[in-house]
């Protein structure tokens, strides 16, 4: 054995996780001393005595490693004369290493297909995990936790291991019928359980949605601004999107009435427009489904924050108004419980239940069943719409503190936009602030700022940003806005509201 190959299997040895068991751990040393080419084909290895010794490991666990690996074929054992490495063996992972002994990485990126090239550099539609200002998410402190445990206790009992198989993968029949019953008594859905599709999230039924209703180099019309989970999803399947604006009434029906690339389907927000708040009027919807009905096309309808309507009358999804069955309607549990649970809900026209749920048998098979049973009882016990009734309250009460904050801190450099309900308020900068110039110094007093630039695909382009309100006491975001408008203030001398404190005559 060289010099050198007995510290180096030492030290492979120390970088092994020490939770391991120790023979598991000198075997995987060996391997790797062997497979990276740290020791010669043919080369002698030392003899189980002197190899415990230096390593200090008991002789038996030397001689367990060594007829593992002859078994595996890294070692010949030679009665009489010695332990060496297997010629086949020797170096077939060999790569350059560095002074550690680390093997080269080589980059793979480069290999990624033509298809996965572009997923990678969107860099997808990653998820905040903590709430701080101001980042979109609902307040999970209010979650009645000791009521889902109990639910789940309860769960566990009554289904005993059924809920440990293989579940429908259309989803827990039981919740189907809640989601159903819940979606015809408050969002004028039309639909049996029979319809409903329980997914882990909107954006798995967006995905679902382009691969299996339209063809690559179909054209897809979108908001702009838009939801860019959407877009990605769509441009990943391969589709063609043709942005079509966004005015005070939602998407102007208009504009997608006179687009020439003749699109197969269009993707809304009407009750809360994803990033500006506008709630789509009757008229557009009407005028959605007259276009839909004429030209065969599809409406894909994300209701993804409806249940958080502060001001004015819920409007009726485009679903319940629409006799032809051209719109596919999806929920999302992200926003009105917590984004954790991951289950969603897509609502199909009958005739396409079983293309979905083939397609999703592809991605995960079914939603985590124990989850789907909570859940299930969580509505059916009438603990859904109190919990919806009772945040509902609370955060139009966090709105509106928010919107007083926003006047008197913030409103020298942007404007809000539509605030009638939501988890979050978009607003337009000021002219002569720049987007990202305000990004960087709300980062230098621990702000983060959502913004709106990035979610426009050409067009006319607003600056501004996106604030989520729900899970902030009004006394943390009267202080994060404090610090932001000192922060722009700096940016924008002159700004600040109320100017310098006044000098005593
Ligand atoms: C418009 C819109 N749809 C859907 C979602 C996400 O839902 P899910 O967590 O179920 O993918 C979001 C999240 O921000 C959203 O803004």
Redesign the pocket.
């Known amino acids: 054995m060289r010099a050198a190959a007995t510290p180096t299997l030492i030290a492979l040895l120390e970088r092994d996780p020490p939770n391991r068991l120790l023979s598991g751990r000198l075997q995987n040393a060996l391997r790797r001393l062997i497979s990276e080419g740290h020791v010669e084909e043919g080369e002698r290895l030392p003899s189980s005595r002197l190899l415990a010794r230096e390593a200090d490991v008991a002789r038996d666990t030397v001689e367990a490693a060594y007829r593992q690996l002859e078994l595996e074929g890294f070692l010949d054992r030679r009665p009489g004369s010695g332990t060496y490495v297997a010629a086949i063996a020797h170096g077939f992972i060999a790569g350059k290493t560095d002074a550690a002994g680390r093997r080269a990485r080589p980059d793979l990126r480069a290999s990624l297909s033509a298809r996965g090239k572009p997923i990678a550099a969107s860099g997808g ?1 990653p ?1 905040h995990g903590d709430a701080h200002p101001f980042v ?1 998410l609902p307040d999970v402190q209010q979650f009645p936790l000791d009521i889902w445990r109990k639910l789940m206790a309860r769960v566990l009992t009554q289904h005993d291991r059924q809920s440990l198989l293989y579940a429908d993968a259309l989803g827990l029949p039981g919740l189907r019928e809640e989601i159903a019953r819940y979606l015809g008594a408050y969002r004028g859905v039309r639909c049996s359980g029979e319809q409903i599709v329980v ?8 995905s679902l949605i382009a691969n299996l209703l339209l063809d690559r180099g179909d054209v897809i019309a979108v908001e702009n601004p838009g ?1 860019h ?2 877009r990605l999803a769509f441009q990943s399947a391969g589709l063609t999107l043709a942005p079509i604006p966004v005015d005070a009434d939602g998407i102007a029906t208009d504009r997608l009435l006179a687009a020439r690339e003749r699109p197969r389907a269009v993707y809304v ?1 009407p009750s809360h427009q ?2 500006t708040g506008a709630t789509l009027t009757l008229e557009r919807r009407l005028a959605l489904i007259h276009w839909a009905e004429r030209h065969k096309t599809w409406i894909v309808e ?1 209701d ?2 409806s249940e958080f309507r502060y001001d004015g009358r819920p409007v009726a999804a485009i679903q319940g108004l629409d006799p032809t069955g051209r719109v596919l309607y ?1 929920g ?4 009105v419980l917590f ?1 954790g649970l ?3 809900y897509l609502v199909l026209p009958e005739s396409l239940v079983p293309a979905f749920v083939a397609g999703r048998t592809l991605i995960d098979g079914h939603s985590a069943m124990i989850a789907q049973a909570v859940l299930a009882a969580f509505i059916r016990e009438g603990h859904f719409t109190a919990y919806i009734r009772r945040m509902r309250l609370l955060y139009r009460a966090r709105r509106d503190s928010f919107l007083d904050a926003f006047e008197r801190h913030l409103s020298p450099y942007a404007e809000m936009l539509h605030r009638a309900g939501g988890l979050h308020i978009a607003s337009h900068l000021r002219d002569g602030l720049d987007e990202t110039e305000t990004v960087a110094a709300a980062c230098g007093v621990g702000v983060e700022l959502p913004t709106l630039k990035r979610l426009y695909l050409g067009g006319e382009t607003r600056q501004g940003w996106l604030m989520g309100f729900a899970a902030l006491s009004p006394h943390q975001a009267e202080d994060a806005m404090r610090r932001l408008a000192g922060a722009l203030g700096r940016l924008k001398p002159g700004t600040r509201r109320g100017g310098r404190p006044k000098r005593r005559a």
């Open positions: 539609v998820d979109i997914l882990a999230s909107s954006q798995a039924a967006l939801f989970g959407a927000t994803y990033p994300d993804y924050d999806l999302t549990f992200s926003k984004p991951r289950l969603a």
